[in-house]
């Protein structure tokens, strides 16, 4: 059985073009989160999706960045414009449909470099 | 709102001693508690996770740890570490036993190193 596949494992993007990380979660899971890993710190919650539908972003910044989990294919967060504080480990982790009591498995994480 | 302290940043230990992580945390219900492991490059591994019942819980490969509502703590142990036990280590808080809305709220980490 697949893990959760986050691709790619390092992204390099120069700063003001996107940075598109993909997620495919564990098969049978239907619920997706990403979290961000600043150097030196925990892991930061920013946003809870199902299929086609976010269900919290409360942890987002409020421009630049999006997510989306369609119907087929991976989840993808998007930064557009990117800048150098966006350097930083973004990890995604899914459950299963019963969501909310069932444990989280994470991925390896794509490490974003600004230069 | 929530929030997880784990106030030492790096922790070194010889191998086969014994080991204690230490993690506070501040909750406004009865949360759920986590320990994840992050070894270099990897993602997070489950190690246990408390919610209700006995306060001592055992986790996978040898852990273990205790809840102490009074002193608002998690903290973990080991008996005996082994080399393989050198990573990062999270202590986690949430409202639900995955992640749920809001997600789960991770402290800063405390870096192992194993001494020979």
């Known amino acids: 059985n697949a893990g959760v596949m986050q691709n790619p494992r390092h992204l390099v993007r120069r700063r003001g073009q996107e940075a598109r990380l993909r997620c495919s979660p564990m098969k049978g899971h239907s619920h997706v989160y990403w979290y961000r890993q600043l150097p030196e710190e925990g892991l930061k919650f920013m946003v809870y999706?199902?299929?086609?539908?976010?269900?919290?972003e409360s942890g987002m910044p409020k421009e630049r960045f999006s997510a989306e989990f369609p119907k087929e294919g991976p989840s993808i967060l998007r930064i557009q414009q990117v800048v150098r504080g966006d350097s930083a480990a973004y990890f995604c982790?899914?459950?299963?449909?019963?969501?909310?009591?069932?444990?989280?498995?994470f991925g390896n994480g794509t490490r974003l470099t600004v230069t | 709102a929530q929030s997880v302290t784990q106030p030492d940043i790096h922790i070194t230990v010889s191998e086969g001693a014994s080991l204690e992580l230490r993690c506070n945390y501040s909750?406004?219900?009865?949360?759920?508690l986590f320990w994840y492991v992050q070894s270099p490059g990897q993602g997070l591994q489950l190690l246990l996770k408390y919610f209700s019942g006995d306060t001592l819980v055992q986790g996978i490969k040898g852990f273990e740890a205790e809840f102490k509502r009074s002193q608002s703590s998690f903290n973990l142990r080991k008996p005996s570490v082994h080399w393989s036990d050198a990573a990062e280590y999270f202590c986690a808080v949430g409202r639900y036993s995955g992640g749920g809305a809001d997600g789960l709220t991770f402290g800063k980490g405390t870096h192992l190193i194993i001494q020979p």
């Open positions: 982790a899914s459950s299963p449909p019963s969501g909310n009591n069932s444990p989280l498995h």
């Open positions: 999706l199902q299929k086609e539908n976010i269900i919290d």
């Open positions: 909750y406004g219900a009865t949360p759920y």
